[in-house]
């Protein structure tokens, strides 16, 4: 069985890559690096010690689709190529929309062209907008509060109309929660360039002396410390759910949304504490005013996924901080 991953050298592509590779599957990754580095195709190549074709191309560009669509015969697709953050959607919402829903576009033209009706998307809690009770289930009310959630609730609602068009469509639409840590080699993970916008890759810059201090984003929300409580996620669980669900979109047709978290919450506190535990090392810390669009906290209900695609998230907020920071050091 052969998967196309768009995206596949981002940080949850290329651990969802391995993960392919190494329950069997052959994969054909389209990336056009803009976000990522070619190397990380030598180093999944590397952990897994099997083959894979990659194309450096825009997901945008029909005509390179077709080419690849030509030269292979994809069985799915997962599809993980598009902006993420959060501060630049809000600045620049055109730059946004655009490549995020027009390489959707293309892609399921394309896909449809060749008859590949089976597909993974991946989503984000974000779809939730701010829940009025906690753990969130997949049937709650969707909303957003930034353009790049935004791009993500528009592409489910896409999905949910392709299906309704033509029911020999499979899909399946993955809402992650907070994806950390990294691959046990150390080979692959995430280190974004610059000031990071998240609170992972924040923290391993003040540990590793990058940057100075942490900002709290508040220590006053509802939550049991104060600080904003997540559903922290390794990503190579996550990775794992993504086999689990193509495993289910191959078995039939359908049209269906998973969360894809632990359902334990944590506080950035309770992050900060353990990494520094766990890693041996200071991270200095001052709180700050709430970021704009925060939410107090913010968990999964797993158990659809648990029951639908017989997945469950594995690793602890601990392995989380070793996984994460051995990457670092490794670089
Ligand atoms: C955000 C996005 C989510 C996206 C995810 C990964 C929203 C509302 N959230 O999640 O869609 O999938 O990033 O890209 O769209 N924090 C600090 N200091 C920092 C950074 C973060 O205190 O320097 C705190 C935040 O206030 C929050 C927690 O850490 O309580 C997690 O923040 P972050 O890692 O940015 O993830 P989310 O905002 O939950």
Redesign the pocket.
């Known amino acids: 069985m052969k998967i196309l991953v768009t995206g596949g050298t981002g940080f949850i592509g290329s651990h969802t890559c391995v993960e392919l590779l190494e329950s069997g599957y052959d994969v054909v990754i389209i990336d056009n690096l803009s976000n990522s580095k070619k190397e990380v195709v030598d180093y999944i190549k590397q952990i897994t010690n099997k083959k894979i074709s990659f194309y450096e191309q825009d997901v945008c560009n029909k005509d390179s689709l077709r080419n690849i669509f030509k030269e292979h015969s994809i069985d799915a697709i997962i599809h993980f190529a598009g902006y993420?953050a959060?501060g630049e959607s809000v600045e620049n919402p055109l730059m946004y929309y655009r490549n995020n829903i027009d390489s959707t576009l293309s892609l399921l033209e394309v896909a449809n062209e060749f008859n590949v009706k089976k597909i993974v998307f991946s989503s984000?809690?974000?779809v939730y907008g701010n829940p009025k009770t906690l753990p969130i289930r997949e049937d709650f009310p969707l909303s957003t509060?930034?353009p790049?959630?935004s791009t993500k609730l528009i592409i489910e609602g896409i999905l949910r109309d392709l299906y309704k068009s033509d029911n020999d469509w499979s899909i399946a639409l993955l809402r992650?929660f907070?994806p950390i840590g990294a691959h046990k080699s150390g080979l692959i993970g995430e280190n974004p360039n610059g000031i990071p916008?998240?609170?992972?890759p924040?923290i391993i810059k003040v540990a590793t002396k990058e940057l100075d201090c942490?900002?709290?984003?508040?220590n006053d929300y509802n939550t049991h410390d104060g600080?904003?409580v997540?559903d922290y996620i390794h990503v190579v669980d996550l990775a794992k759910g993504h086999v689990k669900a193509i495993e289910k979109i191959l078995k039939g047709t359908g049209c269906d949304a998973y969360n894809l978290g632990t359902g334990n919450g944590y506080s950035?506190l309770d992050l900060v504490n353990t990494f520094v535990k766990v890693n041996n090392v200071d991270v200095k810390y001052k709180f700050k005013d709430r970021?704009a669009?925060?939410i107090d906290a913010?968990y999964a209900d797993p158990s659809y996924a648990y029951k639908e695609l017989n997945w469950k998230a594995e690793k602890g907020i601990e392995e989380m901080c070793k996984d994460a920071y051995n990457f670092i050091k490794k670089q």
């Not at 916008?197 to 992972?200: A, F, G, R, Y």
């Open positions: 993420k959060v984000s809690a974000t509060t930034n790049y959630g992650y907070n916008n998240n609170l992972m924040y942490l900002g709290i984003f508040g600080t904003g997540r950035v970021r669009g925060d913010c």
